[in-house]
């Protein structure tokens, strides 16, 4: 399989890179330095800082911390079982469904405490909207209540409110050109990939801030596939965007940061070019060129 | 590519939105949905207080020789339990005796040896008996079953076994063995389909092995499926019997309602549920009252363990997606 | 194997055959047979006056069971307000809340419940209601039939809940949609027809219980005007008139039990309908 080089770069390997002994990243420093990019914003949408997972006894993310830019893409990969999706719901507090699950360690949205006492889970996750990689748009409910239902049970009542959200949140989802003569039809009625763009536009109708998305096209053929990364990279315009893929050409096309995880801990944290044709740790060089995963 | 409207734009830029509020809704749903399912707990103690208080007055004035008791005479105020006990067992054992081989074979039959297109309606025909109300099969009894036993069964039983002193004395038609049969026609539906899910449930490989040693289908049916289904159709069968001792009205009017213990099949006898059926409204003191409570006493004891015993034998080995329905 | 054994093995084969197949057909004959005669008598008596007229004293000829059928369906009614809500919202925590020993523990109570003779249920709502009503009455016989519904609906409930998509709770949770809003307005509304089966199957099962009536609600010749009388119902009147001496009330009593096995049918039937629109799994 090729290595990530969409943009034509050769990857050098000098000789000395060989020797290179594995060390991890360091987690006594407040956060990795973001190689040659400029922050877009001064303050990270998400600063996670020494982040631990443990689901019962079992250790699931090992002292993560990384910052996430805003209105950007950052993309999460790694081997199976390395825990990019443990890492993503943690960020908007879903692994907390989970009953033996508990966590350590500080994630700040917008510099606030997302994990504080006296922040309940359901207020961050309005906060922070979540895509899942088998699209499930509610099956009782027609297109347009699918995407203002996050709205409506969180007590919008205002018809005018909705109907403008819902044109807005489907214009933003690339559907609305598709659907907008059947609004009521019900969702299920939808392709997949349409049925996934959906749900992205109910994401989006509750306006978050970042939106989380765990293998967004995974489940869909390319041709949808291609429709969801277009979509991603004209949202990142507006929106602050964490995706996991395994797909890493995915990843190359459609991300600026990139962070490669393996066995709970964050391994490499850089810009995607960095990351693709000149990364510094060898474990993932290794990854991106396949030799393992 | 459409462009997104202005007001998409995240208010993250300004004034991080407070993350600090409370939510009472799930607390009050939670415990609300939890007291509803804690009601099952509240009703089996109301079960048990009622009974005993109602109890009471016989628990106290019999003790056990309630149930060796053998004189069932509100009039003098005695009371013995034995007729019903023995009223119940004998109707139970005579209607398992009758439903079980009848069920599972029919049970067999729909799961391994009947033609595809006659399975649905034949499930479908046991399971609208399974819905006929036990007082609407009683009426069908008295007018129809009864005399035809009367008529027809019981005096050729009595002719070619009437050596046998369960074949022998007079025949009246309502009777233990009227009972026994009526009670068996009421359990049929429930052990056939409990049976059916069973069977459903052994592993296709078992079948499989057998057929691929050539062996033919009802010998497949013996070997692979039966004997590895064994313990979990006994446990349809207890649970037929469960259903059986509970069983009240249709045995009420075909099984002649006479306290008596008797060795005939063709003579009257008395359950447990059908005597509290026939006198509780007729119970005119309050021993009376008193002892028609403990006999439910009893009906309830039996029934819980019977009923305990074939919900172990059937999640232990009915296998997956079996569900003991009543 | 030798040529007879064969013979034999196949002989064996289609008689066993033949035998399950007799006794299937023997298990359904009595279904046949009580149609047949519930046609036969009380076709004859289902007329205009059955329905709207009221019992006749005794020994006089014709009158109806208007009383005992709206009785019937007045129970069902007040049954269903106790177990409708105890049912379905124990259910709901059976499936969404709760940790494992605790809901073992509950479904086996509820389990113990449904095996409960019916009228074990009657003697304890007589001791609860009837004795400090200082009567009978139709508020009785609604609770002894709704108590009898509440482990049924409960079952079934958590059953049907628990077919619900985990994607589904996933998504509706991280809109930030709060957990019971999830459960009512989300779970519960995908899971609603199969909560309604739930709920008709119990229906139908209490429409046709006699023995805890016969001493809660206990039977009315005239109209039930208050619910703290006695009320008429069909399963009681058709007890009644059947041991009766009275010719005619055998036939009143055949055509009872056509009018209430057919409204039991129909629910069922109704119940086979709403769950039709599922795929088809390929039973045996």
Redesign the interface.
């Known amino acids: 399989m090729n290595t990530a080089m969409t943009t034509g770069e050769e990857t050098n390997s000098p000789p000395a890179r060989m020797e290179q002994q594995f060390a991890p990243v360091r987690t006594d420093v407040p956060a990795p330095r973001v190689g040659e990019a400029t922050a877009k914003s001064a303050v990270p949408a998400l600063a996670i800082r020494r982040l631990c997972v443990y689901f019962g006894a079992h250790q699931v993310l090992k002292e993560v911390s990384l910052d996430i830019q805003t209105r950007a893409v950052t993309a999460i990969i790694g081997p199976s079982g390395c825990g990019k999706s443990t890492f993503l719901r943690s960020i908007n507090r879903m692994h907390e469904l989970i009953p033996e699950a508990r966590m350590e360690g500080e994630i700040r949205l917008f510099d606030q405490d997302i994990y504080s006492r006296l922040v309940e889970p359901v207020i961050v996750r309005r906060r922070v909207g979540m895509v899942f990689q088998k699209s499930n748009p509610f099956p009782t409910m027609s297109i347009a209540d699918n995407v203002t239902v996050g709205l409506r049970l969180n007590g919008v009542r205002a018809r005018s409110v909705l109907a403008e959200r819902t044109e807005q949140s489907l214009r933003m989802a690339a559907l609305w050109d598709e659907v907008k003569d059947r609004l009521q039809d019900p969702a299920i009625s939808l392709s997949g990939g349409q049925q996934q763009r959906l749900c992205i536009a109910r994401a989006l109708a509750v306006q978050p801030d970042v939106l989380l998305m765990d293998e967004p096209a995974s489940a869909l053929d390319p041709l949808a596939t291609s429709k969801i990364e277009d979509l991603i990279l004209e949202l990142k315009r507006n929106y602050t965007i964490v995706i996991v893929t395994h797909n890493m050409q995915q990843a190359a096309r459609i991300s600026d940061f990139t962070a490669f995880f393996y066995l709970g801990q964050l391994i490499e944290f850089d810009t995607t070019r960095k990351i693709f044709t000149n990364p510094t740790q060898k474990q993932t060089e290794d990854y991106v060129t396949g030799r393992f995963g | 590519m459409t462009t997104p409207a202005t007001s998409a734009v995240p208010k993250a830029a300004a004034s991080a939105p407070s993350l600090l509020v409370r939510h009472l809704g799930d607390r009050v749903f939670k415990w609300l949905t939890l007291l509803m399912a804690l009601s099952v707990f509240a009703l089996i103690a109301l079960i048990g207080i009622e009974l005993w208080r109602g109890s009471h007055l016989a628990l106290e004035k019999f003790g056990w020789r309630f149930l060796t008791g053998s004189e069932w005479d509100p009039v003098n105020g005695r009371f013995g339990a034995v007729p019903f006990i023995f009223g119940t067992l004998v109707s139970s054992a005579i209607a398992l005796l009758i439903a079980v081989p009848l069920s599972i074979a029919s049970a067999v039959f729909l799961t391994e040896l009947a033609p595809q297109w006659l399975r649905q309606p034949l499930t479908l025909f046991i399971e609208l008996l399974a819905a006929v109300p036990s007082v609407i099969l009683g009426l069908w009894g008295i007018f129809v079953m009864v005399p035809w036993l009367r008529q027809y069964l019981f005096p050729w039983l009595r002719g070619a076994f009437g050596f046998l002193p369960l074949f022998k004395g007079p025949i009246y038609g309502v009777s233990m063995l009227a009972g026994g049969i009526i009670i068996a026609i009421m359990i049929v539906p429930i052990i056939t389909s409990v049976s059916r899910e069973i069977l459903r449930a052994v592993p296709g490989l078992q079948r499989e092995a057998a057929y691929a040693l050539g062996a033919t289908r009802w010998e497949v049916t013996r070997i692979a499926v039966l004997s590895y289904a064994k313990k979990g159709l006994f446990g349809a069968v207890i649970l037929g019997l469960g259903r059986a001792l509970g069983e009240t009205m249709a045995v009420t009017m075909v099984i002649g309602n006479r306290p008596e213990v008797a060795a005939s099949l063709f003579a009257p006898g008395y359950t447990l549920a059908s005597v509290i059926a026939n006198e509780f409204t007729e119970a005119t003191t309050d021993i009376y009252l008193n002892a028609l409570f403990e006999v439910g006493l009893v009906l309830l004891g039996v029934t819980i363990v019977v009923n305990a015993a074939a919900q172990m034998l059937l999640k232990t080995f009915g296998g997956p997606g079996v569900r003991p329905q009543h | 194997?030798n040529a007879t054994n064969h013979r034999w093995?196949?002989w064996?084969?289609a008689s066993?055959?033949a035998?399950?197949?007799g006794?299937?057909l023997?298990?359904?004959a009595?279904?046949g047979?009580?149609f047949y005669?519930?046609i036969k008598?009380g076709v004859g008596a289902v007329n205009w006056d059955f329905f709207t007229k009221l019992p006749k004293p005794v020994g006089e000829l014709g009158g109806g069971m208007a009383n005992a059928i709206v009785g019937t369906f007045v129970l069902l009614g007040n049954a269903s307000l106790i177990g409708v809500?105890?049912?379905v919202?124990?259910?709901?925590?059976?499936s969404?809340?709760?940790s494992s020993k605790l809901n073992w523990?509950?479904r086996?109570?509820?389990?113990?419940?449904?095996?409960?003779?019916?009228?074990?249920?009657g003697?304890?709502v007589?001791?609860?209601v009837v004795l400090p009503m200082e009567g009978f009455s139709a508020w009785a016989g609604g609770i002894v039939l709704g108590?009898i519904m509440?482990?049924?609906i409960?079952r079934t409930t958590e059953?049907v809940l628990q077919l619900v998509?985990n994607?589904?709770r996933?998504?509706?949770?991280?809109?930030?949609?709060?957990?019971?809003?999830t459960?009512?307005?989300?779970v519960v509304?995908?899971a609603?027809k199969g909560i309604a089966t739930g709920v008709l199957l119990a229906l139908?099962?209490v429409?046709?219980?006699?023995?805890p009536l016969?001493?809660t609600a206990?039977g009315n010749r005239f109209w039930n005007h208050s619910l703290s009388d006695p009320i008429a119902v069909l399963?009681l009147q058709?007890?009644s008139y059947?041991?009766s001496p009275y010719e005619d009330w055998?036939r009143q009593?055949?055509a009872g039990?056509l009018v209430?096995?057919v409204l039991?049918?129909v629910i069922?039937f109704s119940v086979r309908v709403l769950t039709r629109d599922r795929f088809p799994s390929n039973?045996?």
Not at chain 3, 89 to 94: A, F, I, K, R, S
């Open positions: 194997m093995r196949n064996k084969n066993m055959q035998l399950a197949c006794c299937a023997l298990v359904i009595p279904l047979l009580v005669h519930l008598s809500p105890v049912g919202l124990g259910g709901v925590y059976l969404e809340y709760g523990w509950i086996l109570g509820a389990d113990v419940l449904n095996g409960v003779p019916s009228i074990i249920w003697m304890v007589y001791a609860l108590l509440i482990p049924l409960m059953e998509p994607g589904y996933e998504a509706a949770l991280a809109l930030g949609i709060a957990q019971w809003r459960i009512v307005q989300i509304r995908t609603l139908a099962r429409a046709g219980e006699t023995a016969l001493f206990f399963p058709i007890f059947a041991i055998h009593a055949w039990a209430l096995l039991i049918t069922n039973k045996s």
